[in-house]
Structure formats: structure tokens, C-alpha cells
């Protein structure tokens, strides 16, 4: 399993994350882009996660809720920007409890032997921004679920 390597320098608006997966890019690509596969690895493990719209395609909408035990909601949504590919894919990321905070993400997957890198770009309005979602916990949700994501493309690859 790989590492989740999280920066977020002083001063600027922007995140980058990198993570190596034991997995064809292609797997990774789908993991990413067909709904029913990222249901089962986007977020923390102690949400359950529903998907309203999910639209992977050049101006595609998303919106999706993470739901916890007690049925409290947390929504997100989003909008596709060109062309998702297995090498690249760009959309804006909006957690609507802090509405008007809107995050450009670029995901950028490179394969190497079978096994893939994603690098994802995030860059937020304001460095304000990006340190509430730094403060709010970002790292181990997406930690967290990139370490279910690993545990996906894994059997995934098995049946490929």
C-alpha cells in the first residue's frame, strides 16, 4: 500500500497530494470516474456516501452527500473541466456547509510498471481557504480514503 503525501506550504492557496497505487492507471481512471466505483472509496469509512449526480464529462456536474450514522448530511459538488482521460482530469470542488469556497483540483495520473502515481493539484480562492480545509480535517479524510481507493483498484486489477 502506498503513502499519502500531503503539502501544503505557508502562504500559498494550494494543496498537493500524491499517492502510488499497485494498479493499472486505467483501473485508477475508473475508480475515479464511474459512480458506482466512487461510492466505494471517496471519504472517510464512517460515511456512507450517496451520489445524486455524476456526470464525469466536459461541463458534467457533480453532487454527491457523505452521511453518518445519525443521518446528518454533508454535500458536496462540483463541475467537470474538459475531457476526463486516463492521463489527466480537472473540476471545481465546492463542500457546500462553507458555501462560496471553491477549489480547482487537477488529478493527473502517471503509470510506471503497472503501478500508478495521482497527483492532485488543489488550488483554493484564498490561502485563508485552503488553511479552513487544511484545519477541517482534509488530510485524514483523504487519507483515509485514498487508503479504501488503494484497497479498490487492488480488486480491481485481481479480475482485470
Known amino acids: 500500500m502506498g503513502k499519502t503525501v500531503i503539502s501544503a506550504p505557508p502562504g500559498v492557496p494550494f494543496v498537493d497530494i500524491t499517492r502510488a497505487f499497485e494498479a493499472p492507471r486505467e483501473a485508477v481512471f475508473r475508480a475515479w470516474t464511474e459512480p ?6 471517496l471519504g ?19 453532487r454527491y452527500l457523505h452521511v453518518d450514522d445519525a443521518g446528518n448530511a454533508h454535500g458536496f459538488h462540483g463541475v467537470f473541466h474538459g475531457a476526463p482521460t486516463p492521463e489527466a482530469m480537472v473540476q471545481t ?14 488529478l493527473v495520473l502517471e503509470e510506471h510498471d503497472g ?6 493539484h488543489s488550488v483554493y480562492q484564498s490561502v485563508a481557504d485552503r488553511d479552513a480545509m487544511v484545519e477541517a480535517g482534509m488530510g485524514d479524510g483523504v487519507t483515509e480514503g485514498f487508503e479504501r481507493l488503494d484497497e479498490l483498484v487492488g480488486r480491481l486489477a485481481a479480475v482485470a
Open 93 to 106: 470542488f465546492e463542500y457546500e456547509g462553507a458555501p462560496g469556497h471553491v477549489s480547482l483540483d487537477s
Open 115 to 120: 503501478r500508478t502515481v495521482a497527483r492532485l
Open 44 to 62: 472517510p469509512r464512517k460515511y456512507h456516501m450517496e451520489i445524486e449526480r455524476w456526470d464525469a464529462r466536459d461541463g458534467g456536474a457533480y
Open 36 to 41: 458506482e466505483l466512487v461510492v466505494q472509496w
